[in-house]
């Protein structure tokens, strides 16, 4: 994990904490951290290790690089899945985890079986559930050209993704801004239905 964050504390960009400015991939590498903890305190350790390096290095392949459409956002999303996988798996091939192992994290990194592998499942949720915590308001934020019903379909979107394990974490577990909660327990909650 210290190699994961020092690859990831070369992020130019930059996230303010607590009126610090911080590595951005680093930030949301231990965000990520400390809701596995609070989500699923028993994790595996492969999914600690995919928890914390998700995002391994994630400036140097841009959104800008695609076009600017669903298509490219998800040619853009593939690839960096794999490119995850190979940074992450050369730092543990480095450090000497075995080859089951590394292929097990590419796995995990890559959401392969989405759904029917519970670490993949978990993973999944983490990401929902720090999307919602730490980046929604900011999301909101920066798109005040979307109307409530675009927003709606995003976390919709989110919820779709998300176990009914971390549906219900998102409305019981997580702290999202008041004046968001209801949308974010809308979206979750009819989703268990």
């Not at 994961?4 to 949301?28: C, H, M, S, T």
């Not at 995990?108 to 999944?124: T, V």
Request: with cysteine; net charge neutral; glycine share 4%.
């Amino acid at each position: 994990m210290a190699r994961f964050d020092a690859a990831n504390a070369e992020d130019p960009n930059e996230d303010i904490v607590d009126g610090q400015a911080r590595p951005k991939e680093l930030v949301y590498a231990e965000r990520m951290t400390a809701m596995l903890a609070r989500f699923a305190p028993a994790a595996s350790e492969v999914l600690r290790l995919a928890v914390r390096c998700q995002h391994i290095q994630r400036w140097k392949i841009p959104r800008g690089d695609y076009t600017m459409d669903r298509i490219g956002y998800l040619q853009w999303r593939k690839r960096l899945n794999k490119f995850h996988a190979q940074v992450a798996g050369d730092i543990l091939r480095d450090v000497g985890y075995d080859e089951s192992t590394i292929a097990r994290l590419g796995a995990l990194l890559k959401k392969e079986a989405l759904k029917a592998d519970p670490d993949a499942q978990a993973l999944e949720d983490v990401v929902g559930l720090v999307f919602l915590e730490s980046y929604l308001a900011g999301f909101v934020a920066a798109h005040a050209q979307y109307d409530p019903e675009r927003f709606a379909d995003i976390l919709a979107k989110t919820a779709k993704k998300m176990s009914a394990r971390g549906r219900a974490a998102a409305v019981a577990l997580i702290e999202v801004p008041p004046h968001l909660a209801p949308v974010v327990t809308r979206a979750m909650v009819p989703a268990e239905a």
